[in-house]
Structure formats: C-alpha cells, structure tokens
C-alpha cells in the first residue's frame, strides 16, 4: 500500500492540516483559527490536535509530515526563527516537537519555496524543471526551483526576491528601497491614497466611502477593473518594479517559467502587462526571454497545503522534482 503524506499550513490567520495520497491528491482537510496572540505553545497544540485529525489509522502508513510556514526559518535545522505575523515565534524547534510527537519525518518549508514546489507538482509549472514563483499580496516572497532542486541556500534563507533593493527617486538624492517596499499591497494603496491628498481625481475616493483609510490593493484592483485611471497607474507602476525584480531573476536563474501568484496578482493582466513590458524593454538579451513563460498561479488557496505535501515527496525540496511524478 502506498504511503500517504501530512500537510500543514500555519497562516497569521488560520492553521490548517490535510492528509494527501500518493499522488498528492487531497483525501481530508480540516482547518483552525491560529490565534496567533496566544503565543507559540498555544498554536503548537493546535496544530499536534489537527494533524491528528487528518491521520490514517496506521501511523506508519504515512510517509512524512510536510509544514509550510512564514519565515523567515531553516529548513536544515527545522526552526522557525521570526516570523513578523505570528506573535512570540522565536527559535521554534518545530521540526523536533512534531517527529517527536509523531514518530515520522518531518520537513519544514518557506511558504513562498513550499508554494514553488506546489505549483511545479499540480499547478502552472508542471514539467518545468526551471522555475521561479513569486507571490504578490501583503508582502512579495518567492521561492526558485533550479535544474529540478529547490534553491534554499546555506541556512535556508535564499530566494527572496521581494527585498532586491532599487534606487527611487533619482538622482543623487534617491531613496534605497526594495521591490517589496513599492509594489506589495500595502505599497499599492499608499500610492493611490498620496495621490488622492495631493488632488488626484479618481472614483477610489467614491469607492472607499471618502475614508482614504479603506483604500487598500484589493480596493484599487476593483477600480482598475472598471478603467479608474490612478487605479491603473498604481498597478502599472507596481507591475514595472515586480518586472524589473523579474528582470534580475532571469539574468541570476534563466528559468523557463515564472510564476506570480497572491492577492495582488489576481488583479491578472492589469498587473501583468507592465510586468511583460518591463521584462522585455530591461533584459539585458531577448535570448533571456525566448520561450519564456508567465503565468498565473493555479492552485489558489491550496497551494501551501499542495507543496507542504510535495516537500515530503521531495524529502524537504533536497531530492529531484521528478519525485513528484512518482509514487514513492
């Protein structure tokens, strides 16, 4: 009988464990608020309870437990070292705690490198051996997949493409930010609100109920759909730093796809067309962008879970993405 994998997702919001089989095909989820507030023991407890929940009969019959989490983290030593939006985690042993508990392997991923395996096992990376993901919402993580292994670095802190510093502002007095710092959410709406206090007219004003407040990437995305030109501004000067992050990302890795999912990226070709235009106009040679792919993520809210069970299929992103063709 084939082996079966757990998968956990631990969320500033929401915690989350599934069982999935050999194919990485979802048998059971269950999910639970994370209470963040509560501290680490707390959150701890829930996800030992719910992965329980989502346990076969025989222990033995799973082949490991998988667990995506925010970092940052080290997948090598199993400890998540402080993540900004779960309050108290510092030096977390969770590997240990967990194959303590349960006896089986444990493997502990980046969200943003667990969602690249996710998208390269059942999403839009299938067959590509060379790939990079990038995720735009609140903040912008990514996780890069090389010649089949997942790229993790010396202590597991690589691939963060959201903190590529660039130059705003020019000249001599320009400002040293991230790709981050301008184009996440967050980024998106401060942009549009500035532009509202200093006079710009646009329907977000309308849309936010005259608190400039409400505004946030998801509003702004709304309005852009509906043809709101500072709405379609912000996005597109969003889409042209993520583009030139991209750029970068191409010259260190020349993938064959790229990846963008997140809230953000849901705005679709509204934020992908500066990306695309951006990509092509600041590439150092098109021989970088021949057969190149971009493409929407596909696997939506699943994809921590989906690539939480790929990094047991991958013994922790350390052996060949052909593994997930397999059964193991």
Same mark, same amino acid.
């Given at each position: 009988?084939?082996?079966?994998?757990?998968?956990?997702?631990?969320?500033?919001?929401?915690?989350?464990?599934?069982? !999935?089989?050999?194919?990485?095909?979802?048998?059971?989820?269950?999910?639970?608020?994370?209470? %963040?507030?509560?501290?680490?023991?707390?959150?701890?407890? *829930?996800?030992?309870?719910? $992965?329980? *929940?989502?346990?076969?009969?025989?222990?033995?019959?799973?082949?490991?437990?998988?667990?995506?989490?925010? @970092? =940052?983290?080290? =997948?090598?030593? @199993?400890?998540? &070292?402080?993540?900004?939006?779960?309050?108290?985690? *510092?030096?977390? =042993?969770?590997?240990?705690?967990?194959?303590?508990? !349960?006896?089986?392997?444990?493997?502990?991923?980046?969200?943003?490198?667990?969602?690249?395996?996710?998208?390269?096992? +059942? #999403?839009?990376?299938? #067959?590509? *051996?060379?790939?990079?993901?990038?995720?735009?919402?609140?903040?912008?993580? %990514?996780?890069?997949?090389?010649?089949? +292994?997942?790229?993790?670095?010396? %202590?597991?802190?690589?691939?963060?493409?959201?903190?590529? =510093?660039? $130059?705003?502002? #020019?000249?001599?007095? #320009?400002?040293?930010?991230?790709?981050?710092?301008?184009?996440? @959410?967050?980024? &998106?709406a401060r942009r549009a609100r500035q532009a509202l206090e200093q006079g710009a007219s646009s329907s977000l004003q309308r849309l936010a109920g005259g608190d400039l407040e409400r505004i946030d990437a998801e509003l702004v995305g709304k309005a852009a759909a509906k043809g709101d030109r500072l709405a379609l501004d912000c996005l597109a000067y969003a889409g042209r730093i993520i583009g030139l992050g991209v750029v970068t990302a191409l010259h260190l890795f020349n993938p064959e796809v790229i990846v963008i999912g997140g809230g953000v990226a849901k705005t679709g070709e509204l934020l992908f067309a500066a990306i695309r235009r951006t990509m092509h106009s600041q590439v150092l040679s098109d021989i970088f962008t021949a057969g190149l792919r971009l493409e929407a993520a596909a696997l939506g809210d699943d994809v921590a879970l989906v690539g939480a069970a790929a990094l047991v299929a991958t013994r922790g992103g350390n052996i060949d993405i052909s593994a997930l063709d397999r059964r193991f």
């Open positions: 009988m084939a082996e079966e994998i757990i998968a956990v997702d631990i969320g500033g919001t929401q915690i989350r464990s599934a069982r !999935f089989d050999s194919q990485l095909q979802l048998q059971q989820r269950e999910n639970t608020l994370t209470r %963040s507030e509560l501290g680490p023991d707390y959150a701890i407890k *829930r996800i030992i309870e719910y $992965i329980y *929940r989502v346990l076969p009969p025989e222990r033995a019959a799973i082949a490991g437990i998988g667990v995506s989490c925010p @970092g =940052p983290l080290n =997948p090598k030593t @199993g400890v998540v &070292i402080a993540p900004p939006n779960l309050s108290g985690w *510092r030096d977390v =042993p969770l590997v240990e705690i967990l194959a303590a508990e !349960f006896g089986r392997p444990v493997y502990l991923g980046n969200d943003a490198n667990v969602a690249a395996l996710a998208e390269a096992a +059942k #999403g839009a990376a299938q #067959g590509c *051996r060379h790939i990079i993901y990038i995720t735009v919402s609140t903040g912008i993580g %990514s996780g890069v997949i090389t010649d089949g +292994k997942l790229v993790t670095g010396r %202590s597991g802190l690589a691939a963060e493409l959201g903190h590529i =510093p660039i $130059i705003v502002g #020019g000249g001599s007095g #320009g400002k040293v930010s991230t790709v981050e710092l301008e184009a996440a @959410g967050p980024a &998106i």
